[in-house]
């Protein structure tokens, strides 16, 4: 199997870090713009999209922050591989940045870049942020 590429992307929001917060770290925010439904029972989640289901452990929250997910398979296979919604807010102009970090195989790395923002761009439009 490939090894994957860690990549960051970072995005700027019109959103307090408060609001943000709740469309990463909660299953009814995830569910709005991330997938289709997503459900928790503790720290796993379950993201369903049309006909397929995929677990993820939630391996690291801190409040307003940051939300770290790590899918099942990963932690099956023993994989440092994650994917995380860190919430980054500048000191002096008060603007708000989402910074997400995953991996990716290098020949789907472009691919990932793209549907990363094509899923934030939903999030922007739910959030009047657009």
């Known amino acids: 199997m490939a090894t ?6 970072e995005y700027d929001f019109h959103a307090s870090r408060q609001m943000l917060f709740q469309y990463f770290s909660t299953p009814s925010g995830l569910g ?5 439904d997503v459900n928790s029972r503790g720290e796993d ?6 006909d397929s289901e995929e677990n993820a452990k939630l391996i690291q ?3 307003n922050e940051r939300v770290r ?12 591989y994650y994917f995380e ?3 980054q807010v500048d000191d002096l102009t008060n603007d708000v940045s989402l910074i997400i970090t995953d991996f990716a195989e290098e020949d789907e790395l472009e691919e990932s870049k793209m549907l990363w923002d ?3 761009s939903s999030l922007k439009k739910i959030l009047g942020s657009s």
């Open 4 to 9: 994957k590429e860690l990549f960051s992307i």
């Open 61 to 63: 929250k801190k409040n």
């Open 118 to 120: 094509n899923l934030i």
């Open 45 to 50: 989640f379950t993201f369903i999209w049309d």
């Open 32 to 36: 709005e713009w991330f997938a289709d």
């Open 69 to 80: 997910f790590k899918w099942q398979t990963d932690e099956e296979e023993n994989n440092d």
């Open 85 to 87: 919604f860190k919430i």
